[in-house]
């Protein structure tokens, strides 16, 4: 073996250069004479090269070599089965035969410059030339595939050469045996190259990860592109400097016998070419980050007019705007309906109303509409529900969220989004935009051509249910020309037992709060004074909007001293509440006001009640008579009730008790009114329901856990 002493102290002299020329080359990587030099051999002749199968060829070599790494040398299993053979893909072969020449070319400029310790910028820049008339895509991946091709052969060679005696007399020529013996001081050596190995196979990637951006959303000349590509030749020159030192690692080892040193040199210009690639590889990363978000930006602007010119087109039917709201791909059935997935398709030639909410709808909504949706199957009126639940798609959904999402679906009998991240951020833009989403769930209605109607009929369905079928404008307004303020109107069908006291002729009150002093002495005076005059009254109490453990503790205090009727369903209690907010957001649509419209002053009286700190009640009898008051002037007024007891003889109880509350009343007052966050719909002036002067408006943030 003395014979091989002599070229290995010959190649190690080599190393010494290299290493200095290495560094030399490190510290000259943004260089830009260097940089010129690249760009001078870049001169493209328009040749379109499909380099992704190349690529996955590439990959199967590099799977297949690390086994054979680990197997051979260091005895750790194989696992060669597992790995995807994708050696046999149509249209593979007519690639390769067209670049097979190429390829070999590179191999053997490779096998060459590299075998005779040669400076590797001069063979990096040889390789350049070669390929000069390709793109910096193809230049990369074919440099690759021809060092894939030699580091293939090398360990097929080792990992067959203990039973195939051809691979054996191969391995003796080429002095492999002693490779395979000393396998173990080599691993760092071996380790340094597999990783160089995969972060110029990630850089390969994402070159041509560049090349096939969509040029419809992103051009090379437009940021970000223009940025990356500028960083584009730098890459690729890295990229195939480090393949000139694979290969040299490699091309090394034949011959050198058994004179092995610790490769320490060797590992650590390796290792450093390695992080240099890796850098590269993540600022590629970023810079592909940055044109994925701006080519998204640009679909969902394109989606988002595209929506625009949907809803503004006559149409046959709902199926266009409801696959582009919904969802326009055919892959997946993206409604859900109990268990059961559907198309959008099953929506044809029916009203569709549109449920949009965050995911903390109300559970008292859900049941409420649930009510309506059951009676409407069950009528001539044909609707379909379908939930769009809207969340914050700049983070994934997390599992409180997800199961938030499932709880909810479980809830309704109507159809549902299969998937929150099925809903495109152009049509969340949208919904929020146009239809004016913010919080609160809203009720858009589309007709049988999908063609808007009523961008939230939520108001009418709460005041009059199906009754309000088809929920456009003109059939609110021919409600509420049938309306009056009245007992039916407050109550409506919450609760029957209230209209079948009604109908035997009984008084009403209905009263709310939660101060308990004063509920028990109301209660006790109103049956004084109900007994006085000799009218049947009954007691009903409605709560407090936005205070249900308030509201609960009172409900028990009042059935405790059994005070009288309560609304123990909490649903009943937010239900009363919400028509109230409805119809003041009904009649402000409708440009309503108190001066004009006595159902909008009621409804303003009633929200301040409830605005209030203290107690109110109303008091009806029959379909028209009503006396109201605040809690403080209510109760005087019973306690009075020997100074208009005549009166009641004379005009009735109810004429009779305004006519005193009206004696009663003085100028100074301080009433309050909290209106809802009603989609930006809250009116500019709101005026006192009382003495009719405008109110000042002041903004409150609210967050109760009540």
């Known amino acids: 073996m003395a014979a091989t002493a002599q070229p290995n102290r010959v190649q190690q002299q080599q190393q010494v250069v290299k290493g200095r020329d290495h560094a030399k080359f490190l510290r000259m990587s943004d260089d830009t004479t260097m940089m010129k030099q690249i760009q001078a051999t870049h001169t493209p002749d328009g040749r379109e090269v499909e380099v992704k199968p190349i690529v996955q060829v590439i990959e199967d070599i590099l799977n297949h070599a690390t086994p054979a790494i680990d197997g051979t040398l260091y005895g750790n299993p194989s696992h060669l089965e597992a790995l995807e053979d994708r050696s046999s893909q149509d249209g593979l072969r007519g690639i390769l035969e067209e670049l097979a020449y190429t390829i070999q070319k590179i191999s053997c400029e490779l096998s060459c410059k590299c075998s005779g310790g040669g400076d590797a910028h001069a063979t990096t820049m040889a390789v350049f030339n070669m390929l000069s008339h390709y793109s910096w895509d193809a230049k990369v991946a074919l440099s690759l595939a021809a060092f894939a ?118 590992s650590w210009e390796l290792s450093t070419l390695a992080h ?62 109990g268990n059961t997935k559907v198309n959008i398709e099953i929506l044809r030639r029916k009203t569709v109303l549109l449920l949009i909410s965050d995911l903390d709808l109300l559970h008292e909504e859900i049941v409420i509409l649930h009510k309506f949706y059951r009676e409407q199957i069950k009528s001539d009126v044909e609707y379909e529900v379908v939930w769009l639940p809207v969340v914050d798609r700049s983070k994934p959904l997390n599992e409180e969220n997800q199961n938030k999402f499932h709880e909810l679906q479980k809830e309704m009998p109507w159809y549902t989004l299969l998937h929150p991240s099925l809903l495109e951020p152009a049509v969340v833009r949208y919904i929020k935009e146009v239809w004016h989403f913010t919080k609160k769930a809203i009720l858009v209605v589309l007709d049988l051509q999908g063609k808007v109607v009523c961008r939230n009929a939520l108001h009418m369905m709460w005041i009059w249910g199906n009754t309000a079928y088809p929920f456009t404008n003109l059939k609110e307004e021919s409600l509420w020309k049938e309306e009056t303020w009245r007992l039916k109107l407050l109550v409506d069908d919450i609760d029957a037992t209230i209209f079948a006291w009604a109908n035997q002729g009984k ?72 028509r109230m907010e409805s119809m003041l957001y009904s009649k402000t649509q409708h440009g309503k006001t108190i001066e004009n419209d006595s159902i909008f002053a009621g409804v303003l009286t009633m929200l301040s009640f409830d605005g209030s700190d203290q107690g109110w009640s109303v008091i009806c009898h029959g379909p028209t008579e009503m006396a109201k008051a605040k809690g403080d002037m209510i109760l005087k007024c019973f306690t009075e009730y020997s100074d208009w007891s005549d009166n009641v003889q004379q ?56």
Not at 153 to 166: D, G, K, M, R, S
Not at 660 to 673: D, G, V
Not at 678 to 694: L, M, T
């Open 651 to 706: 005009n009735g109880f109810i004429p009779a008790l305004n006519e005193h509350l009206q004696k009663l009343h003085t100028p100074e007052h301080c009433n309050r009114l909290i209106l809802p966050g009603i989609n930006g719909d809250i009116p500019e002036k709101v005026v006192c329901a009382e003495c009719g002067r405008p109110m000042e408006k002041y903004f409150m943030y609210r967050c109760c856990t009540d």
């Open 149 to 266: 091709a030699n580091y293939g052969e090398f360990w097929l060679v080792i990992q067959l050469y203990a039973t195939n005696p051809l691979a054996k007399s191969v391995a003796l020529l080429k002095q492999l045996p002693d490779i395979i013996e000393h396998g173990n001081s080599l691993k760092s050596r071996f380790d340094a190259v597999t990783k160089l190995i995969n972060v110029m196979l990630d850089v390969t990637k994402s070159i041509i990860e560049f090349k096939e951006l969509p040029s419809l959303y992103i051009s090379p000349d437009m940021p970000p592109m223009s940025s990356a590509m500028a960083h584009i030749p730098t890459a690729a020159y890295w990229t195939i400097r480090g393949i000139v030192a694979c290969a040299s690692q490699i091309i090394s080892l034949i011959g050198m016998s058994n004179e092995y040193t610790s490769w320490t040199t060797e």
């Open 276 to 337: 240099k690639v890796s850098s590269i590889h993540e600022h590629l990363i970023q810079q592909l980050i940055l044109c994925h978000q701006h080519i998204e930006e640009k679909k969902q602007f394109e989606t988002y007019n595209n929506l625009v010119r949907i809803f503004e087109m006559p149409h046959l039917d709902n199926q266009k705007v409801l696959k582009t709201l919904i969802y326009a791909k055919e892959d997946i059935q993206p409604l859900l309906q």
């Open 507 to 578: 008084y009403i009150c209905i009263y709310g709060g939660v101060n308990s002093d004063w509920i028990l002495n109301f209660n006790t005076a109103a049956r004084e004074v109900a007994k006085a005059a000799g009218i049947q009254l009954e007691m009903v109490y409605v709560g407090k909007s936005n205070a249900k453990e308030q509201v609960r503790k009172t409900i028990t205090f009042i059935s405790s001293r059994s005070l009288g009727y309560c609304w123990t369903d909490p649903t009943n209690i937010w239900f009363f509440w919400t």
